[in-house]
C-alpha cells in the first residue's frame, strides 16, 4: 500500500535540505550570462544528475561508504569544501573560463552535486531507504524522491524569467548574493561534519 505518510515526511525533509527557493540564486548566478536554451538544458542536467546520484545512493549507498571506510562526516566536510570553492569563485567574479567547460561544470559540479546532492540529502535517502517497509513503503519514499526532482528543475527552469527582469546589473548582485549564501552554507556544512566527527570519536 501506498504510505502517503512515508511520501510526506520523505518528500517534506528533501524540500528542506536541497531547498529550491534557496537553489534560485544559486543557479541564476551560475547560469548568467548564457543563452536560454542552454539555461533550460542545464536545468535539466542539474536535476538528472542529482536524481542520479541520489538514486544510485538510495540503492547501494551505504555498501559504497562502508567499502570505502567514509563516514557520513567525513562525506559532509568534502562536500562544504567543495561547495566553498565554487563560493568563492561567484563572490570574487573569476568565471572567465572557456564557455564550454564551464557549462559542464555548473550543471554537473557543484549545481547536481554536491549543491542538489549533497551529503544531507544523500544521507536522508539512504535512512529512509533502509527504513521503508515492504514494497508500499519502498513506493512511497522513491515517489517522494521523483516529486522532489521535478519541483527542483519547475523552479530552476522557471527561475530564468527573472533573469529576463533584472537584467545584468540585478545578475551581477545576485550572483554575489548567492556566492555569499553558498559559502555560508558551505562553512556549515563543514563545522556540521567536523561536529559529528569529533563527538563520534569522543
Known sequence: MFDFAVFGSVFLTLFVIMDPPGITPI???LTSGRP???QRKMALQATAVAFGVITVFGICGKQVL???HVSVPALMVAGGL???LVALSLLT???DEPSQTKDVNVALVPLGMPLLAGPGAIVSVILAVQHADGFGGQLSV???IIAMHVVLWLVMRYSLLI???IKDGGVVLVTRLSGMLLSAIAVQQIANGVTQF???HG
Do not use: N
Open 66 to 68: 562502508d567499502y570505502l
Open 142 to 144: 522513491w515517489s517522494a
Open 198 to 200: 569529533v563527538q563520534g
Open 36 to 38: 536560454a536554451k542552454m
Open 93 to 95: 567574479g573569476k568565471t
Open 27 to 29: 543557479f541564476l548566478g
Open 163 to 165: 533573469i529576463r527582469v
Open 82 to 84: 567543495l561547495l566553498l
